[in-house]
């Protein structure tokens, strides 16, 4: 990959500009009627948050609207930033980059991070002669998508490795739909492939391919990502606003609280009861959701890795973003608390 491509990581400039002056932002009943219905895109055979958190009737009356699924993050904090939809999530560092484009959003709430349980490995074949950083270079690197979490986890692993800016040019990161990387691995048609989750664990159960290196090895456990909304929709629909983030938050606590076998079982009848023609076995190796402070709480310290990094990269200039401008935890009524399991045991008045 050029270097002027490898250079496009988390380039959404672009997109920044076309937000910040687009006309319809949100989907507010306008005239102090708030709206109930929030748009979103969801992932095939997950639960996200927003959707267990419906399912546990912690979203009140306030109602989720799918309009289709997506395998980005980027793809998806874009389509919340120009109203496509009302929020979307994405690795905290394509937030920073958004933001700092100009984009009118707001981080509101954490919702997957890394932990023990929740993380994605960099594998490669068992007899693979790759062993350590300066082994990628000129390597394909398979991942669901470009500037996201497991294009700069790759980053700051070769450089923490000592690899120089033209070295790292030559690493050649590669969009494969996750459900291909494992094959594309075997039939070594890449050299690296990212997996997490259920993919990981089925590529490990099949034997035949070794860590390299995985972001929880990097940095441990923190909050990766968080949801934003746009400016516009926080300030027309504020009432929905924090019934939306404080329902979040409390699904959260609710995965933490619950037995897993409880948690998986309560996801396995979402997805059948949704009828999206999806396959909810991997829903079985669901472990963590991976947010770090209670109740999906936003802090500094969740975006100034990714401000110092971008800056460092020259994709930011010193300054242009402070990381106390990039969220607001506002909406959250259950910042820093716990959640009640009001809800845990009982079908949610939501189901139809």
Not at 9 to 32: E, H, I, P
Not at 35 to 53: D, F, H, M, N, S
Not at 102 to 123: E, N, R, T
Request: charged share 20%; net charge neutral.
């Amino acid at each position: 990959m050029p270097a002027a491509s490898r250079r496009q990581f988390l380039s959404l400039a672009a997109l920044g500009v076309a937000a910040a002056a687009c006309g319809r932002a949100d989907a507010s009943g306008g005239g102090g009627n708030e709206t109930k219905k929030i748009r979103y895109q969801g992932w095939a055979g997950q639960v996200t948050l927003p959707e267990l958190a419906e399912d546990l009737g912690y979203l009140g009356d306030v109602k989720l609207e799918w309009v289709g699924n997506t395998i980005s993050g980027p793809q998806d904090i874009q389509s919340a930033a120009t109203g496509q939809t009302d929020f979307g999530g994405a690795f905290n560092g394509a937030v920073v980059k958004l933001i700092g484009a100009g984009a009118p959003v707001k981080s509101v709430i954490s919702y997957y991070g890394v932990d023990q349980a929740a993380y994605s490995g960099y594998y490669v074949l068992e007899d693979s002669p790759i062993r350590g950083a300066r082994d990628l270079l000129g390597k394909k690197v398979a991942m669901n998508t470009l500037g996201a979490h497991s294009e700069a986890l790759l980053d700051i692993y070769l450089q923490r490795n000592g690899l120089s800016p033209a070295d790292i040019a030559k690493v050649e990161p590669t969009v494969l739909p996750p459900v291909s990387t494992e094959q594309a691995l075997r039939q070594k048609q890449v050299e690296v492939a990212v997996l997490g989750g259920v993919l990981r664990d089925k590529a490990l159960a099949a034997g035949g391919v070794r860590p390299l290196f995985s972001d929880f090895d990097l940095l441990g456990a923190f909050s990766a990502g968080t949801f934003v909304m746009t400016n516009r929709f926080l300030k027309e629909n504020p009432t929905t606003s924090r019934t939306f983030v404080t329902g979040v938050a409390k699904a959260i606590e609710w995965s933490r609280s619950t037995p897993r076998e409880q948690v998986i079982a309560r996801s396995v009848e979402i997805v059948k009861r949704r009828g999206r023609n999806e396959d909810p076995a991997a829903l079985q190796y669901w472990k963590s959701f991976g947010v770090a402070a209670a109740g999906g709480r936003i802090s500094d310290q969740d975006f100034q890795l990714w401000i110092d990094w971008l800056v460092a990269h020259g994709d930011l200039k010193a300054g242009q973003v402070k990381a106390g401008d990039l969220y607001s935890n506002d909406f959250n009524g259950l910042a820093g608390q716990s959640a009640p399991a009001d809800a845990a045991a009982s079908p949610s008045a939501s189901r139809s």
